[in-house]
RNA sequence: GCAGGGGUCGCCAAGCCUGGUCAACGGCGCUGGGCUUAGGACUCAGUCCUUUAGUAGGUACGAGGGUUCAAAUCCCUUCCCCUGCACCA
């Protein structure tokens, strides 16, 4: 009987949810498992990334079901922050790119082309986005087999959620968590905004970091002609100043300062925490041939043009270091010879001879300038060269790190580079000679709306100092109190707890949860998102008594979560009654502390780190979580998922093409947590028969018979009954320490394995254990593929829902090594004997097989014994009558068994065991050999291959 | 740069933490047999070299050293590749 996956998958997913099989309450006498999954975010449908974490989390949560625990498993929906405001205002203004794109989401769920017409176009609306995705994710998920408990989901946008954020971000404020202070942004000019990645143009593919200029006041006239620059430590090596003549200047006083720089500069350090007013405007070329000073020994530098000089990049000044800067030193050389354009500006001979080239860095390698030996090195022949650039680069990086300053760097002789740079920074600043300027390390970044985006410093951004008080000392607390699967990542994790510092919380826009004491402010996305498994425990009391968001006060939850309060205060604070006030922090206590959080390796370095500290901060320490597993990506045919590599494979669609038992089966078994999954179609293929194959085994054995009909204890049986118990033994050992690849493999892999190898060699009586054997098997392999063994279970034993079955008991039972053994005997004289029959490759009649003879047995075991006496070994062994009768043979046996005398083991059977034994399995043997075998005792036999037959390994003689 | 991960027999990929049972799981590909009118599918066998009626030897786990009776596995050096680095969730 072939089984229509789809149907049976459906059937049980609604079934689940008719009998409310996963919807969990607290039973207080009985254990219980809190697993969760970061709820995901919704702005798109989910892929097949989400399916591989949920999947695990999934099986987990099965697993502890088996194992009589009773077990939540919540989710809900990420919704916070600026993605779904980009989504809905690309619809609104007709954004091809986002159009398309959410118009093929919506077509995977929904086949009329006017509905999704219909449905995208409501995508104007922010929250039509999040209610139609979180509908999908749920479908999804409901098609995948995931255990959740539904009633407990929510959005992170909904009033009751900002209730609870609301809660502790207060509490937060309590601590002293939180404080104020400046920071740089993307700012779009048009909008007057701030921008993340899903407003700026290509905003996925391009770097969005900002970078800090340093810029160096030259004293100039009444003021100071600033200069910017990454490498501050070279100001004693400068030779001149390049102004690009074309562009536009302005003389413009800033904050108290009289500053030279460029127009376009003097608009950004608006937005960059100065005040600025424009004095003059005029051309760069009227700056050139001036002289101004430089800052810190006080030498007459001179101004000359450039056009490499951007005037939108930083201050549109740029001081000339030509030994250790290859643009410097091509433009300085050209314009050396450049006797036009000397002329033109009426620079005098003198001028240009004076300038001469300044070395302030030693460098182990280079002879020349630094600067001049890479131009040679990189063929550059001109200014425009695009190998100036990695020029550039590779001299930074080598000075960088290898550079010594010399004796021109005056009190900073000897130090590297590394070093000098903050202690010139630090002098400079004590003259007031020094400014900082921030740009986007992107030159030119366009916001969507077309707007320009530049750098903006925001004076009253509100941050989460990791570094206050004792919260990081708590969080490395409770990290060193927590499993993290896999183990290699706890030190990625104390790495991130160490570099966390401080955290811009909050944003100036967004969906989410406003800042109570600041209601500009929106918590941003990962801040919102640490805590909220607690919310899990009492969402659905609120939901189900209807609890209007204005009544989760501080005091509601304090009493909930903190058991601050009494009952009665707090009922009447909030208008809600006693007995749900009781119920919800009950619940909550029930649930509390988090058992288990599941999640891909990329949230350590944030959304995990923070979901520490967070709880590390608002709740007692038995509260705080106490496991994690990790879990690598999921690629597809060997490259990484992306939206513009146009690979992302949409959950519900690669689910119903293959089936969601065939998808968990192939993400759970082809790689550890600690590799990425690929996705191969070649292979799932596979994974789908190897399903085919499994059910149709068990669809052959198992059967409605149950009344314990006695079959006979035959090794074959016994081994086999021996070997599945120890099976289940090593499964469940994995699952326990969180190895579900290992789990799944054995289940799936061996175990199939083990009962198509003894259907080969077993009789049809010996078969009648496999009734037994599967039964027990398929509530094994729920955990992987729920839907089939739902259905398999239903079909031959109609007993429930195996998902609310047992595990195993493997406690009582023994493992028969013995009969192990005697099989695995079996077993090798089988191989040997096809390994033999390759080589002869003629027809077989008959096949002798001699057992070793006694005395080998003997010698055996006395060598195994005194394995450690190497040298004593013979004597030893020769004292045995038995042993000494061979003489010669003796010692060559012994000296054959010392060759490998590390890894000798000791062997169980007897002569008698080993005869026995395959007079047992003679007629299976027969069969499969398709030939006669007649088995010997060696003692009494005269040919060849009886003298070398050993325990273990009999002579076998093929005619 | 800082931090993390990795280089395994054509390809993908286990093993490495806890050294021996590792010529190294598994899959793909390839070769041959069976089954088929054929193809596909399925199935059996082979797939580093040599040797052989089975258990043997050689060379191998990026490269080079070291520790050990014994190293893909531990240590050191070196070459190469990948990922993250904060307002993006």
């Not at 079901?65 to 203004?93: D, E």
């Not at 404020?173 to 400046?182: A, P, Q, T």
């Not at 000798?904 to 007079?919: A, P, R």
Request: net charge positive; with cysteine.
């Amino acid at each position: 009987m072939s089984m229509d996956f789809k149907k049976i998958e459906k059937k049980w997913q609604d079934k689940w949810a008719k009998e409310k099989v996963f919807e969990a309450n607290p039973i207080f006498n009985q254990k219980k498992y809190f697993i969760t999954v970061p709820y995901p975010y919704t702005n798109g449908p989910q892929h097949i990334g989400h399916g591989r974490t949920f999947t695990c989390g999934d099986a987990f949560a099965r697993y502890k079901r088996l194992k009589g625990y009773n077990v939540l498993f919540p989710m809900a929906f990420h919704i916070t922050g600026t993605p779904v405001l980009a989504i809905s205002r690309g619809i609104q203004n007709n954004d091809k790119i986002i159009k398309t794109r959410f118009t093929e989401y919506v077509a995977l769920d929904t086949k009329n082309k006017d509905d999704v017409k219909k449905i995208v176009e409501s995508f104007k609306e922010p929250w039509n986005i999040v209610n139609y995705f979180a509908k999908t994710f749920k479908t999804g998920f409901d098609e995948l087999g995931t255990s959740i408990d539904w009633r407990r989901s929510f959005t992170t946008g909904d009033t009751e959620y900002n209730a609870f954020v609301t809660w502790q971000f207060n509490k937060l404020k309590d601590k002293n968590y939180l404080e104020k202070g400046k920071y740089p942004i993307l700012f779009c000019l048009n909008d007057q905004n701030a921008v993340g990645e899903d407003d700026i143009l290509s905003g996925d593919e391009i770097d969005l970091a900002i970078q800090e200029y340093t810029c160096i006041k030259y004293p100039y006239k009444d003021g100071y002609l600033v200069a910017s620059t990454l490498r501050p430590e070279t100001v004693y090596g400068v030779t001149n100043i390049w102004i690009n003549p074309q562009a536009t200047y302005v003389k413009v006083k800033i904050n108290d300062d009289i500053w030279y720089i460029s127009k376009k500069a003097a608009s950004k350090l608006e937005y960059q925490d100065k005040t600025v007013k424009i004095l003059e405007e005029f051309k760069g070329k009227e700056l050139i041939g001036d002289k101004c000073k430089t800052p810190i020994n006080n030498r007459d530098i001179i101004i000359l043009p450039a056009t490499f000089v951007d005037d939108d990049n930083a201050t549109g000044v740029v001081y000339s270091v030509p030994a250790h800067a290859p643009f410097d030193y091509i433009a300085l050389m050209d314009f050396k010879k450049d006797v036009k354009t000397q002329k033109q500006y009426g620079f005098k001979k003198e001028d240009i001879d004076n300038i001469k080239i300044i070395q302030i860095i030693n460098l182990e390698g280079y002879t020349d300038f630094p600067a001049k030996e890479a131009i040679e090195q990189f063929e550059i022949k001109n200014q425009n060269s695009d190998k100036l650039k990695l020029a550039t680069e590779k001299i930074y990086k080598d000075e960088f790190y290898k550079g010594i300053l010399n004796d021109k760097c005056e009190d900073f002789k000897g130090l590297k580079v590394a070093d000098a740079k903050e202690k010139v920074i630090e002098k400079l600043n004590k003259t007031n000679k020094i400014d900082k300027f921030y740009r986007p390390i992107t030159p030119t970044i366009k916001c969507r709306c077309g707007g320009d985006v530049i750098v903006h410093i925001l004076d009253d951004q509100w941050f989460l100092n990791f570094n206050q008080g004792t919260w990081k000392k708590d969080a490395f607390d409770c990290l060193n109190n927590m499993n993290i699967t896999p183990s290699k990542y706890r030190t990625f994790f104390e790495n991130v707890f160490n570099w966390l510092d401080k955290r811009p919380t909050a944003r100036k826009r967004g969906l989410g949860t406003k800042l109570p004491f600041d209601t500009n402010w929106i918590i941003e996305a990962l801040s919102d998102s640490t805590i909220y498994m607690a919310f899990y425990t009492i969402i659905n009391k609120i939901k189900e008594n209807k609890i209007p968001s204005d009544k989760l006060n501080i005091e509601l939850f304090d009493y909930v979560f903190l058991n601050k309060g009494a009952i009665k205060e707090v009922s009447k604070k909030t208008g809600i009654n006693e007995t749900i006030l009781k119920e919800m922090q009950d619940e909550f206590n029930y649930w509390y502390p988090l058992d288990h959080r599941h999640t891909a390796i990329m949230h350590i370095s944030n959304h995990l780190s923070f979901f520490i500290f967070h709880h590390t901060a608002i709740f007692p320490k038995n509260k705080w979580p106490k496991t994690i597993t990790l879990l690598e990506p999921v690629t597809v045919e060997g490259s990484k998922m992306g939206k513009s590599k146009g690979n992302v494979l949409p959950l519900i669609k690669t689910i119903r093409k293959y089936s969601a038992d065939v998808f968990r089966l192939y993400i759970l078994t082809s790689a550890g947590f600690a590799s990425s999954v690929d996705w191969r179609e070649i292979e799932v293929e596979k994974t789908q028969k190897h399903i085919d194959k499994i059910t149709s085994l068990i669809q052959k054995y198992y059967n409605n018979n149950n009344n314990n009909v006695k079959i006979k204890q035959t090794t074959n049986v016994k081994a086999l009954v021996s070997r599945f118990t120890q099976k289940i033994i090593d499964a469940e050992s994995n699952i326990e320490s969180f190895d579900l690849q290992k789990y799944a493999q054995i289940i799936i892999f061996d175990i199939y394995n083990l009962i198509s190898a003894f259907e080969k060699r077993a009789n049809d009586d010996e078969k009648q254990i496999l009734n037994e054997i599967i039964n027990t098997w398929i509530i094994t392999l729920s955990p992987i593929i729920p839907h089939i063994c739902e259905e398999l279970f239903e079909i031959y034993q109609n007993k429930g829902f195996v998902a609310k079955a047992e595990w195993p008991k493997t406690k009582n039972k023994k493992i028969d090594t013995k009969s192990i053994d005697m099989m695995d005997f079996v077993d090798t004289v089988i191989e040997d004997i096809h390994n033999i029959k390759k080589q002869v490759r003629i027809e077989t009649k008959q096949i002798n097989i001699y057992i070793s003879p006694l005395w080998k047995f003997t010698v055996r075991d006395l060598v195994f014994d005194n394995k450690n006496n190497a040298k004593g070994l013979i004597p030893i062994v020769m004292k045995n009558v038995e042993a000494r009768k061979q003489g010669d043979l003796t010692v060559k046996y012994i000296s054959n068994l010392t060759k490998e005398i590390h890894s000798l083991q000791k062997y169980e059977l007897t002569q008698e065991n080993e005869i026995n034994i395959l007079n047992e399995a003679k007629k299976v043997l027969e069969a499969e050999l398709k030939c006669n075998i007649q088995i010997e005792n060696s003692d009494k036999s005269k040919s060849d291959k009886a003298k070398r037959a050993e325990p273990g390994k009999p002579g076998i003689e093929i005619l």
